[in-house]
């Protein structure tokens, strides 16, 4: 049975950092792509980051240079590291494993 867990989401000021966590399990998680999502009120979900099996990553360009894709294969867990957090960061951030298996999102808000 596949588990896509995230954590680490919560409320933080403009220019605040967060490092969320995706823990996986059931899958080959050493070769497979790990991604991070958001969904933010009333828009569609968008990628934020994906990481490969060879550590070669891909960044949105509203998050590069802000936000660190990392991924530690002995632990089974992806980070996202979130640096200088603006207000239009707020979204609940998802992990997706393996292009196909989806955590249930963590809540990042971004308020004063």
């Known amino acids: 049975q596949v588990q896509v867990v995230e954590s680490g989401g919560g409320l933080v000021q403009p220019g605040g950092s967060l490092r969320l966590s995706c823990a996986a399990s059931?899958?080959?998680?050493?070769?497979?792509?790990m991604g991070w999502y958001r969904q933010a009120p009333g828009k569609e979900r968008e990628l934020v980051a994906l990481i490969v099996s060879d550590d070669s990553t891909n960044y949105a360009d509203s998050v590069k240079g802000r936000f660190t894709i990392s991924r530690d294969n002995a632990k089974n867990t992806v980070y996202l590291q979130m640096n200088s957090l603006k207000f239009e960061d707020t979204a609940v951030y998802y992990c997706?494993?393996?292009?196909?298996?989806w955590g249930q999102g963590t809540q990042v808000t971004v308020s004063s």
């Open positions: 059931g899958i080959i998680f050493s070769i497979s792509t």
């Open positions: 997706r494993g393996a292009w196909k298996y």
